[in-house]
């Protein structure tokens, strides 16, 4: 069973950085896109960015200019570095990963931004 284990959430005012990790329990490479998404109360959930295999990124209009997904493969990890947080960022983000047969996903961590 894999597992990814999302970190680096908390309150944070606007303005500020936060970098979030997803922690995957087994070679990243397996996979064949991760991604990260973002779920506020009483909202749709939204596709916020996408990490390729070969490090490929695309990101949601909202969020262009402000974040930055990455990948470590040595530590089988994905990251997404928030700069300029709004209080609209706020929401439970969460990773998501799939490979040739499965998709999987974190539990999420809570990202709020306000004063």
């Known amino acids: 069973q894999v597992q990814l284990v999302e970190s680096g959430g908390g309150l944070v005012q606007p303005g500020g950085s936060l970098r979030l990790s997803c922690a995957a329990s087994r070679n990243i490479f397996s996979f064949t896109t991760m991604r990260w998404y973002r779920q506020a109360p009483g909202k749709q959930r939204e596709l916020v960015a996408t990490?390729?295999?070969?490090?490929?990124?695309d990101y949601a209009d909202s969020v262009k200019g402000r974040f930055t997904a990455s990948r470590d493969n040595g530590k089988n990890t994905v990251y997404l570095q928030m700069n300029s947080l709004k209080p609209e960022d706020t929401a439970v983000y969460l990773c998501y990963a799939q490979d040739f047969r499965l998709s999987y996903w974190g539990q999420g961590t809570q990202v709020t931004v306000s004063s």
């Open positions: 990490v390729g295999s070969g490090g490929n990124t």
